[in-house]
Structure formats: C-alpha cells, structure tokens
C-alpha cells in the first residue's frame, strides 16, 4: 500500500478534554473528519488541539500536531 493511513485522529479543547476520535480512516476523506460537533451539540469558538498519528507508506509513523480555530 503506498499511501498514508491515519491512524489516530484526535482533537481536544483548551482543557485538554477529547472533543472527537477517529481512527483508521483514509486521507482525504472530510466526511469521516471533524465537523466542529461534540456529543451532538456544537463546539463553542475557540482554538483546539489537534493530534494526528500517521503511518507513511515507508512503515514509519509520525505523530502531527497543532491547532485549528472555530469560527461561527
């Protein structure tokens, strides 16, 4: 297989509290992404944490990290 799996993709508000998990999902497939939701509600604005554990298509994993703002 000679593409990027995502395998871990995380992202967390400012108190460290997990907002969305998904796992084993394919790259670019927004579908399967966030949409700024939490537990049905949506998130207020603000800046969260994303975290992102990927497998190259060499084997090696690499973990991305960063932030995203919410703006409604």
């Known amino acids: 297989d ?3 799996n995502i ?3 995380m992202i967390f ?3 460290g509290n997990l907002m969305f998990e ?3 999902i394919p790259p670019n497939a927004p579908e399967m ?3 700024g939701m939490n537990k049905g509600q949506r998130v207020n604005e603000g800046v969260y944490v994303y975290s992102i554990k990927i497998t190259l ?3 090696n994993e690499e ?3 960063g ?6």
């Open 13 to 15: 508000d400012r108190w």
């Open 22 to 24: 998904a796992r084993n």
């Open 7 to 9: 395998d871990q993709f």
């Open 2 to 4: 000679n593409q990027v």
């Open 33 to 35: 992404g966030w949409d």
């Open 63 to 65: 973990i991305l990290k």
């Open 67 to 72: 932030d995203v703002s919410v703006i409604r």
């Open 57 to 59: 298509p060499n084997g």
